[in-house]
């Protein structure tokens, strides 16, 4: 495994969920998620990006062993974008039909984290 790739897949989550969760569709996330402002901004920080930064390592290191030595960037990619979807987004929007949850909620987060996934791969095949 290569530590360095999968700390760099790991950190991709970051540089991607600060322009997902920001100027892109930050405003509509806090709207249909039901976030203020303000519970943003008094945050633990330390919690929740010291928490979100294990749980993207813990995934980079997973998916890591799942790929293997022998894919490309391309084929990295292929797969994060097939198990972000498939896997994260498609359980996402079972438990979101239940909770009856919007659907704009689903894009987004399911989206983040079908990008996430293909981020990760593509830079743990690219890099190994």
């Known amino acids: 495994m290569n530590w360095f790739a999968v700390i760099a897949a790991a950190l991709s ?3 991607l969920g600060g322009l997902w969760y920001g100027p892109l569709f930050g405003n509509a996330w ?3 998620a039901g976030v203020t402002a303000e519970q943003v901004k008094n945050g633990n920080k330390a919690l929740i990006f010291g928490g979100s930064f294990v749980l993207a390592l813990i995934s980079a290191i997973a ?3 799942m790929l293997g030595n022998q894919e490309t960037a391309v084929t990295g990619a292929l797969y994060g974008a097939l ?3 498939c ?3 498609a359980s996402f929007g079972s438990t ?3 909770e009856h949850k919007p659907l704009s909620l689903w894009l987004i987060n399911g ?3 079908t990008v996430q996934f293909t981020l990760i791969g593509l830079i743990l095949g690219a890099w190994h």
Do not use: D, H, N, T
């Open 13 to 15: 989550s970051f540089v």
């Open 30 to 32: 806090m709207k249909v």
């Open 63 to 65: 998916f890591s062993f």
């Open 83 to 85: 198990g972000g979807f």
């Open 87 to 89: 896997f994260v987004a």
């Open 96 to 98: 979101y039909l239940f």
């Open 111 to 113: 989206g983040y984290r």
